[in-house]
């Protein structure tokens, strides 16, 4: 069955960086989309980035420039490198897979595996 495992949230100073990582298990999944999703209290989850297994990626307009998605050549982890952050980076951030519509990589109804999600904070 689908596994996605994510780690590496941490309380940090804005202006610094963090960096995400995702472990997923299943051989179909694994050439599938992955996506960064994150999401506040009583907010909508939101896309953060994606990328499919060809390497091409998808990024919010919040993120570009400042967050990269990346994932390994055994396709068996995702990373999300978050660079210059700032407060309203604060969320619940959660790794997901799926066949998204070619318009809709990063809308969270495209993805059918979830992960627990990892807390990001930026004071």
């Known amino acids: 069955h689908v596994q996605l495992v994510e780690s590496g949230g941490d309380s940090v100073q804005a202006g610094g960086s963090l960096r995400l990582s995702c472990a997923f298990s299943?051989?179909?999944?694994?050439?599938?989309?992955m996506g960064w999703f994150r999401q506040i209290p009583d907010k909508e989850r939101e896309g953060v980035a994606g990328?499919?297994?060809?390497?091409?990626?998808s990024y919010a307009d919040s993120a570009k420039g400042r967050f990269t998605i990346s994932r390994d050549n055994t396709r068996n982890s995702v990373t999300l490198q978050m660079d210059r952050l700032k407060d309203g980076d604060t969320a619940m951030y959660y790794c997901?897979?799926?066949?998204?519509?070619?318009?809709?990589?990063?809308?969270?109804?495209?993805?059918?595996?979830w992960g627990q999600g990892t807390q990001v904070t930026v004071s």
């Open positions: 299943g051989y179909t999944y694994s050439s599938y989309c």
């Open positions: 990328i499919e297994s060809d390497g091409s990626t």
């Open positions: 997901a897979t799926g066949q998204p519509r070619v318009f809709r990589r990063l809308y969270a109804d495209q993805y059918a595996y």
